[in-house]
């Protein structure tokens, strides 16, 4: 039945139910099912974190908004509609936004609630076979963002299937390319650096460590979406120019999977400053000669 609780921030959820092998990376604390398809979820962000931020002493970094929004949806995937934690997620879209003051800085913690509602839910059989997601996010009871996130979830058996040859596969077969150097993309560190030195003007191959504790968390067979749009994140830093813009809109489409056994493009187009200081860049991924995802991003500059 429906609770009327509140949500409760006391204690991160159980970390195999956001796919995270080390308790320090979940945020997501609690789950509320307000009724038919409408969720609240409770999460705190960090007073600072070794991947996300902040960015800077003013600013939580809104990549950490994102991480939180991917979290609630594999939350309420498995606990209000019982996908199995053996199912593989496939993303088709992601989309957030977030304001300047909703990522701001307190010198503590930061608890904010997901207001949740599922569309387009879609089964297979008597299982769910995916759906779409939209969020809106409050903190202190004040609305900071909103998102959409729509995915398909598969049985061990189909996910086998359909990654063939590259079932098997680690990020330790990528090489390990030369990074640009890190305070070019706000970061103090050589392997939170996500583009390498460039060939030629707007593209950027991607790059990352294998070892990663944050990106790598657990075992994965493809590049995640999530290292794909900090990827696309950090060059549209370095095609702007700043290196501590903040990415508070993003919108991605994924149509295939990037793979870690050939090189993957970074082709960036920056568009000129508008009045809200904000600059869209798009970012296409490209591996293979072809568009394996796509992205917009609205960079607030520093």
Known sequence: MPVTRSVDFQQTIPR???????????????????GEGRFEVGAQWPRRHSFFGPRTRAFHDPMLYAETVRQAGLLIAHRAYG???SHGFLSDHKVYSVSEAGVATEGRPIDVVLEVSAH???????????????????????????ASDRWRCVSPAVYRRVRGDHFAATPFQAALLPA???????????????VA????????????????????????????GMVLIEGARQAALLAIGDPYALPLSVEFEFGSYVEFDSDCQLVVEADDTGSDRTRTVRVEVRQNGATAAHGTLGMRLS
């Open 197 to 224: 030195e460039a060939p030629a003007d707007g593209t950027w191959s991607l790059r990352f460590d294998p070892d990663h504790s944050v990106l790598f968390d657990h075992a994965v067979d493809h590049v995640p």
């Open 16 to 34: 195999s139910l956001v796919h995270r092998a080390a308790v320090s990376e979940v945020f997501v604390t609690d789950l509320n099912v307000l």
């Open 83 to 85: 996908v199995p934690l």
């Open 120 to 146: 387009e839910v879609e089964h297979r059989g008597k299982n769910v076979g995916g759906m779409r997601l939209d969020y809106e996010c409050f903190r202190d009871g004040q609305r900071i963002g909103t």
């Open 180 to 194: 640009v150097a890190p305070a070019l993309v706000g970061r103090d560190r050589a392997e939170d650096v996500l």
